[in-house]
C-alpha cells in the first residue's frame, strides 16, 4: 500500500549524539519535506527536495542536515543533538503536479535531554 | 513574503451550534489555500482546498481575496470534528513552498 513512514516514532537522547530520522514513502513522489511542529506554534519548514541529488533549507535555521539519494527516501541527520531539537518532526510528500496536496508521516517525537 | 494568520490558538463549541476557523493570509500573488486537519493521534492530513471549492465532512471555506481571508466554516459542529486545524497557503510563483500557520484547537462539546 502506498504511504509515507517515519521511523523511529520516538526517540529519548542525550546531548550530544548524533541522530537520523528515517523517512521513506512509497507513494512515487518526487517532492519532500520536513516540517518541525510545535504545539501552538506554525508548521516550520526544515528542507525541502524536489528530487534525487535536490535538498534545500526551508525557512527554519536548523543544524540538522538532508540527503535524497533515491526517491523514496528522505532522512533528516542531527549531527550534535542539543535540548533545543526538542519537538515533532513531520516528514510529507507531494507529488508533480497534480492538486498540490502533501501527504505526511505519522512524525517522530524528539526528545533531547 | 508569504504569511498564515490563524489568530485563534482554541475554540471550544458545543455540539450543534455553528463554528468558523479564521485564516487570513497576506501574499501579493494569486495564492493557493488548503486547509489540514489533525485528529488525536492521527496524522496530518488534507481537509480541503479552495481550488475545489467542495465541502468536505460538513466544512466549506470560501476565499476572500479583498479580506484576504479563507475561513472554515460549518453550520452544525460535531464531537468528531475536534481536531487541530491548519490553514496553508502556496504561492504561485517561486519555489511553491506551502506555509502554514500555527493551528486552531477546535472543541466540541458534547
Known amino acids: 500500500e502506498a504511504d509515507i513512514y517515519q521511523t523511529p516514532r520516538y526517540l529519548v537522547i542525550g546531548t550530544g549524539k548524533k541522530i537520523t530520522l528515517e523517512c521513506s514513502q512509497t507513494?512515487?513522489?518526487?517532492?519532500m519535506y520536513w516540517y518541525q511542529q510545535d504545539p501552538g506554534m506554525e508548521l516550520h519548514l526544515i528542507h525541502y527536495?524536489?528530487?534525487?541529488?535536490?535538498?534545500e533549507k526551508g525557512d527554519l535555521s536548523s543544524e540538522s542536515t538532508v540527503s535524497r539519494i533515491r526517491t523514496e527516501h528522505f532522512p533528516l541527520t542531527l549531527e550534535s543533538a542539543r535540548p533545543s531539537h526538542t519537538s515533532q518532526y513531520l516528514c510529507?510528500?507531494?507529488?508533480?503536479?497534480?492538486?498540490?496536496?502533501?501527504?505526511f508521516g505519522p512524525g517522530t517525537r524528539l526528545t533531547v535531554l | 513574503a508569504q504569511r498564515v494568520t490563524q489568530p485563534e490558538k482554541l475554540l471550544s463549541v458545543f455540539k450543534g451550534a455553528p463554528v468558523e476557523l479564521k485564516c487570513n493570509y497576506s501574499?501579493?500573488?494569486?495564492?493557493?489555500l488548503f486547509w489540514y486537519v489533525q485528529y488525536s493521534r492521527q496524522r496530518l492530513q488534507l481537509l480541503l482546498r479552495?481550488?475545489s471549492r467542495e465541502s468536505i465532512k460538513g466544512f466549506t471555506a470560501d476565499l476572500n481575496k479583498g479580506e484576504t481571508s479563507f475561513h472554515l466554516k460549518k453550520p452544525f459542529a460535531q464531537e468528531e470534528d475536534s481536531a487541530m486545524y491548519y490553514c496553508?497557503?502556496?504561492?504561485?510563483?517561486?519555489?511553491?513552498?506551502?506555509?502554514f500557520g500555527r493551528g486552531t484547537s477546535l472543541i466540541v462539546h458534547p
Open positions: 510529507a510528500s507531494r507529488r508533480q503536479g497534480g492538486n498540490n496536496e502533501q501527504f
Open positions: 501574499y501579493s500573488g494569486s495564492p493557493e
Open positions: 496553508a497557503l502556496r504561492g504561485s510563483g517561486g519555489s511553491y513552498i506551502p506555509t
Open positions: 507513494m512515487g513522489h518526487d517532492k
Open positions: 479552495h481550488i
Open positions: 527536495s524536489y528530487g534525487v541529488n535536490s535538498t
